[in-house]
């Protein structure tokens, strides 16, 4: 027996050790933020910590079988994957299948049980794309592949996901051996192309205008990210302590979902948020490391990177738009947000990623 073998097996243990940890951080803080919200709602505090047990238990399901499952068999299945994926994309705008929640059509609800295609979408363009740039890195037809999606989410409209989508897009081109002069000439021509996109959305002129000027309607549109810098101001070095944010109580929008780093920041301070980020930034380098192995085929390699990229993005997004680094986009927080669709693929993520050591 060699030393890689067993230094493979502690990796994987630690890197699922370290997932397990995430997912059961952020569901005391899914409860922390949500109490009030629940209570007020349905007179239960408890209400939306069990529907997010009863998601979770269906990710730690996913996350137990993908590790069994072959890439083999995910290369073969994964274009039928991504064209379900679109399809479902195509879905939510089919009355009495998709879901209009505030003016935006993201989900399907059947029988009572609603997702959010978009996250299957994530792990599906990872799969297939994976397969494809395995056997060539040709531009234009990866751009088309990508333009499917991303023009369905921007008429949800859910620019927020086009971005994150597109980023995947362009991680995983780079990481296959694509040209970086060629991906810096693409980004500049797609963000010409989102001015439009902005300044014709007046509820997206509305963000870019409350981001640069926070104070320009603080009882308005402004009042979402005064609320979470005054989190974030609440927390100071140690926090209020768990159970104390006061910002839960009605202030801050969607506390338990896209805004919950503010509530984990008000709770748990400067030294809590940079813990749960240094247990975040080993889960990133354990994935990494589980990717990196040499011996890995390239089509394992590119889902494990995809993987990667897709995860540490969202974080990356969600936290510089709660700290107010940039607008808000709505990209739920790995592992924290409230919401089954983002959790479950997730772990369906890191289960696929903790497979990488047997198929080294």
Known sequence: MTKKPAVLVGTTRLFVGLTLILTLIGLLFVFEASSAEALGMVGDPYFFL????????????????????????????????YIFSILLL?????????????GASRWISLGGFAFQPVEMVKLSMVLFFASWLSEHQRLLPLLFLTALPALLLVLQPDLGSTLVVVAIAFGMYFVAGGKILKLIGLGSALTLLLIPVVIFSPYRMQRLTTFLDPNSDPQGSSFHVRQLIIALGNGGWLGQGIGNSKQKYFYIPEASSDSIF????????????????????????TATQLVAQQSLDRYAYLVGSGIVTWVALQWLINIAAVVALVPLTGIPLPFFSYGGSAQIMILTGSGIIARLRKEA
């Open 262 to 285: 503010a509530i984990v920041a008000e709770e748990t301070g400067f030294v809590g948020s940079t813990v749960i980020f240094g247990i975040f930034a080993l889960y990133l380098l």
């Open 90 to 102: 195509i879905a939510v705008f089919i009355p009495g299948i998709g879901l209009n929640l505030n």
């Open 50 to 81: 069990k529907q997010q047990v009863i998601r979770i238990a269906l990710g730690l399901v996913l996350l137990v079988v993908t590790q069994y499952i072959p890439f083999s068999l995910w290369k073969k299945v994964a274009g039928a994957l």
